[in-house]
């Protein structure tokens, strides 16, 4: 099993080494028998990405290789088929799509520091922590950097019924 980040293209990953009892006389080729896969494998055994490869996409990608021993003494060849899965590792590389508020109602006359509602970031990358700020000023509300929204002023329904 192998594991990698999410990549650009011809990013180097592995280079394959094996062990032949005749490998002074072997030709090893290396191919990748799987199709349509964002990776290429030298003859060589050399491993490389050949596309955009993203974690919310496919977790992981199963391959199968052939290795061709040739022996240019004896007539024919060994082949042996072998699968490997390559595990993508996740990386925080989408920004959030969207904030939510859990609540966005709250009593007039409650005191500075009431709690209104939780902000909730949606985000594709699973493990993305966020921070949040307030960026509009004059309005009787904070926010702390975890994303709960409290009182900070006074509110009266008379005078404003909402904030935006």
Known sequence: MRSCARSSPARFLRAF???????????????????????????????RTNGSIDFETNHSYNLRVRLTDTNPQYEGSNVLDVDLKINITNLN???????????STV???????????ILTALDADDLATHTFALLTSGTP???SSSGIVTVSDALNFEGQASYS
């Open 17 to 47: 080494s094996l062990r032949d009892s005749a490998i002074n006389f072997a030709n090893i080729t290396f191919t990748l028998l799987t199709p349509s896969v964002p990776f290429t494998l030298s003859s060589s055994g050399e491993l």
């Open 93 to 103: 590389d989408n920004a959030p799509a969207d904030i939510t508020l859990s609540s």
């Open 141 to 143: 509300f904070s926010v």
């Open 107 to 117: 009593q007039e006359n409650v005191i500075a520091g009431t709690a209104v509602g």
